[in-house]
């Protein structure tokens, strides 16, 4: 004892509690980390593009879907989550429409590597079939292209490709939009389905702009109701077949 003090660690009691405080911390430990893991943010957003067919007597007619339709018929695995995910979580269609797995497919984004969600719209149509549809991540296939990406940068071109000769990139109807992930707590995902029945067919916006917009946004608002451009008198809003999904990004 120096001037009265006990120097630290001299006492048995001191060195008793301190060997007790340290054995309550090491059984917390695992406790907390584990605590810790769970309450951390998802790191990947898996965005599943779901594309279906109908070929009847009359016409050729795909659309595609990234967030279930209103209605439940068609569906779309798009999720955050701790997984990579592999395979397209898509359902099977309703009778008239079928999924073509070809032109399906899934990205996964990590909400890590960058400030900014940039979904790549890209629009591809053929003439001989007189049908458009839509990627906002790559076909199975590779054929159609799209470059949807999470990074530092804010895209304001999309990054589509050129078709596969019988279907041709629409630069006019393809978009780009960026999404500040610091924003809010939510990237709400807004699917625009329009249709065409003088020409017998549908196609989709997630990034559109004008007559043929899609709300898609980051908020701190979980939306439940897509927001939609009116279509035109050639393309009509089709309510049932849009829909929004918000995934948390905290």
């Given amino acids: 004892m120096a001037g009265g003090v006990l120097a630290p660690g001299a006492h048995p009691v001191h060195k008793r509690l301190t060997a007790a405080l340290g054995v309550v911390a090491l059984s917390?430990?695992?406790?907390?980390?584990d605590a810790a893991a769970a309450e951390a943010p998802a790191p990947y957003l898996n965005l599943h593009?779901?594309?279906y067919y109908s070929a009847s007597a009359s016409a050729s007619d795909h659309f595609t879907t990234f967030v279930p339709s209103r209605?439940?018929?068609?569906?779309?695995?798009?999720?955050?989550?701790?997984?990579?995910?592999?395979?397209?979580?898509?359902?099977?269609?309703?009778?008239?429409?079928?999924?073509?797995?070809?032109?399906?497919?899934?990205?996964t984004l990590d909400l890590r590597s960058g400030r900014y969600l940039n979904p790549h719209q890209c629009t591809y149509y053929s003439s001989s079939a007189d049908n458009y549809f839509n990627t906002?991540?790559?076909?199975?296939?590779?054929?159609?292209?799209a470059g949807t990406n999470v990074s530092g940068t804010a895209d304001r071109t999309p990054g589509c490709g050129s078709g596969d000769g019988n279907y041709f990139l629409v630069p006019a109807l393809s978009y780009a939009r960026t999404l500040d992930l610091t924003a809010g707590a939510h990237v709400n995902l807004h699917q625009c389905l329009y249709y065409s029945a003088a020409h017998t067919d549908h196609f989709t916006t997630v990034a559109g702009d004008g007559p043929y917009a899609a709300g898609s946004d980051v908020s701190g608002t979980a939306d439940?109701?897509?927001?939609c451009g009116p279509g035109t008198a050639a393309y009509e809003s089709i309510p049932l077949l849009s829909g929004a999904k918000p995934l948390p990004l905290r």
């Fill in 28 to 33: 917390l430990g695992p406790g907390l980390a």
């Fill in 49 to 51: 593009q779901c594309l």
């Fill in 71 to 107: 209605d439940g018929r068609f569906l779309a695995g798009t999720n955050v989550s701790g997984t990579v995910d592999r395979t397209p979580g898509c359902g099977g269609g309703d009778g008239n429409f079928g999924l073509v797995p070809l032109l399906s497919g899934v990205k």
């Fill in 136 to 145: 906002v991540v790559p076909s199975s296939d590779g054929r159609f292209a």
């Fill in 224 to 227: 439940t109701t897509p927001d």
